[in-house]
């Protein structure tokens, strides 16, 4: 088991760039969830999939967010045009099956500073 | 909708001392409810759950939280604090209608003084 990771760790991009952030779950776990947390905030649920189907989307934060999951494994999140207020912790995380039953297990992060 | 309030935003303890950090939550059933902690800088770290039965759970590093549904709360617990304790802490609790997505609380920084 080596944990949720998530590349690249740290990101500043300029405002208007688009940007694309990866993360690769635990490799048995069949749920991934993506969350964003500004500072001094708890996370903010973004999306999730269940294998490679994106089960949930309504809560991304505009048309300028999305993700992927196209074999099931690693997921990519996409930023296009971002904003000064994109800037925040990007956070992955993968459980099996029911999270009920094993919880979510977070990756690092990726930190985003858009300028 | 869910949500979840953690009154302080920092808590103060001297080490040795014990600990309680507040979380109280909105949910129309029985909540999937869970404490995590986070170093700066990294991801979160899962320190215990309830989802039924045994209303006092143990979770890892010393933790234990107890659900009590008449005041729709689920504080933290630690007999003695560490200084390693010190990090931020936030609760949540998940919607099993929506694949158990998380809704967090704002979180709460605790400080451990020598």
């Known amino acids: 088991d080596t944990g949720v990771s998530q590349d690249p760790r740290h990101k500043i991009t300029k405002r208007g760039q688009n940007v694309t952030f990866r993360c690769d779950p635990i490799s048995e776990h069949n749920r991934l969830y993506w969350y964003r947390q500004t500072l001094g905030q708890g996370p903010e649920f973004l999306t999730y999939f269940q294998n490679e189907a994106q089960l949930e989307k309504s809560r991304l934060l505009s048309d300028r967010f999305s993700a992927e999951r196209p074999k099931g494994s690693f997921s990519t999140l996409e930023i296009q045009r971002t904003e000064q207020g994109d800037s925040a912790m990007y956070l992955c995380?993968?459980?099996?099956?029911?999270?009920?039953?094993?919880?979510?297990?977070f990756g690092s992060g990726t930190r985003l500073t858009v300028v | 909708a869910q949500s979840v309030t953690q009154p302080d935003i920092h808590i103060t303890v001297s080490e040795g001392a014990s600990l309680e950090l507040r979380c109280n939550y909105s949910?129309?059933?029985?909540?999937?409810l869970f404490w995590y902690v986070q170093s700066p800088g990294q991801g979160l770290q899962l320190l215990l759950k309830y989802f039924s039965g045994d209303t006092l759970v143990q979770g890892i590093k010393g933790f234990e939280a107890e659900f009590k549904r008449s005041q729709s709360s689920f504080n933290l617990r630690k007999p003695s604090v560490h200084w390693s304790d010190a990090a931020e802490y936030f609760c949540?609790?998940?919607?099993?209608?929506?694949?158990?997505?998380?809704?967090f609380g704002g979180g709460t920084r605790l400080m451990v003084k020598p």
């Open positions: 995380a993968s459980s099996r099956g029911d999270a009920t039953n094993y919880g979510y297990t």
């Open positions: 949540a609790v998940g919607d099993r209608n929506a694949g158990n997505m998380l809704t």
């Open positions: 949910y129309g059933a029985t909540p999937y």
